[in-house]
């Protein structure tokens, strides 16, 4: 009874948030319409690194290359090719996948601590280069002046702040949908599985190294469909996007909504985005170390470091118990 009344609890808080969302461009100002535009497109990275970090027990810092990926080949596509919403986030999605699948021999034998370095380079080399590959990108002055897109073909463009976070919203629901739906099927128990205890999932005879392949290059995609919603959300894109902040505020945010939800992703990447704009005005060049320590502090406070489960590996080696020296012997007829 308990239990189905915290079910209906947390479906009536789903339905008011969604509420919320939908009433949201008729009820603020465009500038904050326009933000939390940006801030579904962040939030659906955070959903990627939950998949990831939570549900398969991979760690990862490296969840901004597949985004910036998919908006750089949304902006050319958008820029060069077809204006087409849905065009836009087949090619970010499939940018994002295949830069995922180029990492896989990295990542797919990696664990712990290890696994959360090879990550956090791969998003820094990834950053280097759009910066530097101006033909294309823009260097580090990004691309400006990306045409405005249309959902399908036949509609109208999307010209109106409250129209780009409509779009941005219902895109974000359906892959958050897609996502929830994929984990209720036996791809979701082996990946459960295989966080809690991968050397059994292996010795059951399963390819544990195809399915952290098969999640690593699906939450590249999810990630590069983000991409695409960011550059829908503000018609630019540039390396400051991409950043090692970024990658720590996506991180900070999963811990803080639950690293196995992936709802909590979103809320936590919300919480998170509105905190830093606040920071940002309150103590101007200060919010990166309030965010850094209130990561340490959402670790260390929230119950189970932001419901953390179990990560393959360990994120740091163990120092072996130092087992007692055996007794010696006590000689017949002498009290010990």
């Known amino acids: 009874m308990r239990r189905g009344a915290v079910r209906a609890l947390r479906r009536g808080v789903a339905a008011m948030v969604v509420a919320a969302l939908v009433l949201a461009p008729w009820t603020v100002d465009d500038y904050t319409v326009a933000l939390l535009a940006r801030t579904l497109a962040l939030g659906l990275v955070a959903v990627s690194v939950a998949l990831l970090t939570g549900v398969a027990g991979l760690p990862t810092l490296g969840q901004t290359a597949p985004y910036a990926a998919g908006a750089y080949a949304s902006a050319v596509v958008g820029s060069h090719l077809s204006d087409v919403g849905l065009v836009h986030l087949a090619v970010a999605a499939a940018a994002g996948a295949a830069l995922a ?199 260390y406070l929230l119950p189970d470091g932001g419901r953390r489960p179990p990560v393959r590996g360990r994120l740091l080696p163990t120092v072996p118990a130092r087992r007692p020296a055996p007794e010696s012997p006590t000689p017949t007829g002498v009290r010990a």
């Open 101 to 299: 699948a180029v990492t896989v021999p990295l990542v797919v034998s990696a664990r712990g601590v290890v696994l959360l370095m090879i990550t956090l380079a791969v998003g820094e080399l990834a950053v280097t280069v759009v910066g530097r590959w101006r033909s294309v990108t823009g260097g580090t002055d990004g691309l400006a002046g990306v045409a405005a897109s249309r959902p399908l073909w036949g509609l109208p463009v999307l010209a109106t702040d409250r129209a780009r976070y409509l779009y941005t919203l219902v895109v974000v629901a359906a892959l958050v949908g897609v996502v929830l739906l994929v984990l209720r099927t036996r791809v979701g128990l082996l990946l459960r599985a295989g966080r809690d205890d991968e050397a059994r999932l292996r010795a059951g005879g399963h390819r544990v190294a195809v399915h952290v392949a098969g999640v690593h290059v699906a939450a590249g995609a999810v990630a590069g469909a983000a991409g695409s919603l960011l550059v829908v959300a503000q018609q630019f894109v540039s390396p400051a996007d991409f950043g090692f902040d970024t990658s720590a505020l996506l991180l900070l945010g999963v811990v803080i909504g639950g690293t196995a939800s992936v709802g909590g992703a979103l809320v936590g990447a919300a919480l998170v985005v509105a905190a830093r704009d606040w920071l940002f005005g309150v103590l101007p060049g200060q919010a990166p170390l309030v965010l850094g320590l209130a990561f340490v502090a959402a670790v």
